[in-house]
């Protein structure tokens, strides 16, 4: 019979008892982390079972799972109650971090075990970013990796300051004291300089339980606690409320007109009714008039409470914006350095745009410059162009609009971001604020009596960017040319930006890597955006080959500004005609990075308007064109209602 | 010096920081409402978090037709009370196809009856988010899930790939079609949930607590007998005996224990003595290793 008497020992007092006890306790967030194989998953697996939080029917698929799967011979392997996915068990690695809850008679804990493997550092940088410790393993036999740095690199970049040093599989060194010791003096003089509070090396055996709960028999020259003992009374001082008032709004709760409450979570400090407070980012000011709570208003509220504050006064504020002390504000700035980890197989390239969050705000930016890049293995910075998966760095950040932040030093909750790519919605990157530059406060746009409307008016016409892309040979400069030779006719005051007459000048510093191509259109996009300023037809004509840069330029342009033309060539044709001899050399390999050949081309999903090319002359496209616009209306009165060009 | 939270006070704030997440992120949420013990913490949280507005989005409940009778009759008069707006799904294809636990298993039953269902309910009101009740410390598979649980068009979760997330900060950015699972519940335990159901004194489903119910022995599992659906097997007997359950699911695939828990107070203190996980009455999880990572994969909560 499986289902068993479950027996009601505690009266109705103790429960009570007991669940009080329970709520005095603090909590404990930590990650297991290091190379793998370093036994992480069996050490929270021992852990679990120490602290008796395996129920029997777990225990029994546990003996299960370990016959079938096991890599302990006939002991129980602890690992198969972490790994929970199938293709862990199968391939007996970690992918993805698992979150286990256990409690001891002094704390309360939430552990994060998270992948050794390379690959899947992103995994291990999730577990990390909610923790304020790190059980850094390190496998006896071994000594510290490669991968043992680069977690503890992170995790010193993520804010963790508490490392606990396992020295595992102590075991199978026959406890030896000095491999302990080796292996403890290596890691200091690696970190160092990553700011940890504490690092408390530990020898222990995850598997036969040494040093874990119990102190071990074979470890007599180690006078330090076990790591249940460490982990129960390591001070770990939330420090939140002590910093100035942070509120990032969140949601604005408006569910009739006499009801207007800032809903959001506490990021730091406290508040109380009648408080002055700030918007962060219009710096204009108010006072708290109620704290809104279900069950009756507070009178105060502390970091990490989840409110509603209704002001005093009608101030402009929404989601994105921050309500905050005003003796000590935060920054408001669209340019600043900042530390990232990049999570993605696609680079991290300078210029391109991708999306920002932060807690609540959310805006377009751009890494105007990638500083460095950090090696792991022993700090040295070093130049780069690009940032690949697992590689971390430090960039100057450009915002379309400010945001209001806190460097990530003084402020785990309000210095943090993260980068999402606008296409495929990915989570590509974390990212954590060192200071703002000093020239997004000194550097203000300066208004001009003289407007893109008047420049624009003076020559009758609508500034707009026609821009053409496709292949190499695909025929977009002969068609650009026929096309601006007719709209010149007409009285347009036109210019062609022509991707080889550009990299002869602006940008003949540029190569043909991804990271220059981008930079090669992000510089493209501002020229032809000061000449659409100055009220010019522009027609760019560049291969612009990423469908992300060619969204970027658009973005740059103002509504209906931006006119996606593709020159739609196949790629046999383009080869076929190979004007310029091009495609002959990079088919047998003498130029790399070429369009269609080794570098991709993706194709527009929705240009405006779409030439195919295959059978058709240039003046037939250009006629195309021309029908295109005239449907729009080409006449230049139109300007004041926006029927058109 | 300002007292710090306490561990209910924190895991309260972070599940009501989720739902407004959602809310100011989302154009169509909706919260599954399966009427158990979790359901109904989830349902206290939203009302909290929205106060003293309603929560902004519907809440659904995918009825397999073998619910407990006592779970429909909680569940009409809790949407009375408090006044939200209740969807109820049915898989009309698998109700025309009789499909039933008893005929083909808990396998088909689950799959056409709760995951092709909520599939079904999703696509018809075209939800973009979805909050489920599940816990990390339920089952091994749910303990490696995000937070914000990332569905392509398919509703297919892909364990492999999931989008890191960090710190607070969650990507709420999807394609047409594609929507996100979301669990406020993620790092609650067994024991917050009642001891926060305690607490706030929240209505639960009186299955929970220990009654004289006739129950049949079958398959080592004691199977409540809830309606003349239910046919015994030659040998098998309806006794009267005093059970609960810890958990609540289709009548006949959900284990009683027996028990005289029939206050919260004894129910968490059996709880704190049991030597079973509470999944252990639900036959699901067990008919085959990973089952519930399979499920899952499918579009099951």
Known sequence: MRHIMAKSLAPTDGVRDYLAAQEKKSLLRFLTCGSVDDGKSTLIGRLLSDTKQIFEDQLAALERDSRKHGTTGDDIDFALLVDGLEAEREQGITIDVAYRFFATPKRKFIVADTPGHEQYTRNMATGASTADLAIVLVDARQGVLRQTRRHSIIASLLGIRHIVLAVNKIDLVDFDPAVFERIVEDYRQFSRDLGFHTVAPIPMSARYGDNVSSRSQNTDWYSGPTLIEHLETVSVDETAVELPFRFPVQYVNRPNLDFRGFAGTIASGSVSAGDEVVVAKSGKSSHVKRIVAHGGDLKQAVAGQAITLVLDDEVEVSRGNMLVSPAARPQVADQFAANIVWFDEHALLPGRSYILRTETDQTSATVTDLKYRINVNDFAHEAAKSLEMNEVGICNISTRAPIAFDPFAENRATGAFILIDRISNATVGAGMIVHSLRRAENIHWQSLDVGKRVRADMKNQRPAVFWFTGLSGSGKSTIANLFEKKLFATGRHTYILDGDNVRHGLNRDLGFTDADRVENIRRVAEVAKLMADAGLIVIVSFISPFSAERRMARELMADGEFIEVFVDTPFEECARRDPKGLYARALNGEIKNFTGVDSPYEAPEKPEIHLKTLGRSAEEMVDALEHWLNERDIAEDQYDNGGGI | ?301
């Open chain 2, 1 to 301: 010096m300002i007292s710090a939270l306490t561990h209910l006070q924190r895991l309260e704030a972070e599940s009501i920081h989720i739902f407004r997440e959602v809310a100011a992120a989302f154009t169509k949420p909706v919260m599954l409402y399966s009427v158990g013990k979790d359901s109904s913490v989830l349902m206290h949280l939203a009302m909290k978090a929205f106060y003293p507005a309603k929560p902004p989005f519907p809440f659904l409940h995918v009825d397999t037709t073998w619910k407990f009778r006592e779970m429909i009759a909680f569940r009409d008069q809790m949407a009375q009370k408090l006044g939200f707006d209740l969807l109820v799904h049915v898989n009309e294809d698998g109700v025309r196809d009789n499909i039933n636990p008893f005929d083909h298993g808990s396998n088909t039953h689950t799959h056409v009856m709760k995951t092709v269902a909520l599939r079904q309910a999703l696509d018809k009101y075209g939800f973009d988010a979805a909050f489920g009740g599940a816990r990390r410390d339920e089952e091994k598979s749910r303990a490696k899930e995000r937070i914000f649980s990332f569905r392509n068009a398919q509703h297919v979760w892909d364990p492999k790939n999931q989008r890191p997330e960090m710190w607070r900060i969650f990507n709420t950015r999807i394609a047409q079609g594609e929507s996100i699972r979301v669990f406020p519940l993620s790092n609650w335990t067994e024991l917050d949930i009642w001891q926060y159901i305690l607490q706030e004194n929240i209505p639960i489903v009186p299955l929970y607590f220990a009654k004289k119910r006739p129950v049949v022995e079958r398959d080592g599992m004691l199977i409540l007998k809830d309606d003349d659906r239910m046919k015994l097997r030659p040998g098998e007997v309806v006794e009267d005996r005093l059970v609960r359950f810890r958990t609540l699911g289709c009548y006949p695939l959900t284990g009683a224990i027996e028990s005289d828990a029939d206050t919260l107070e004894a129910i968490v203190g059996e709880m704190l003595t049991a030597r079973t996980s509470e999944r252990q009455g639900r036959l699901i999880d067990r008919d085959e290793a990973g089952s519930m990572e399979k499920k899952k994969r499918e579009g099951y909560f």
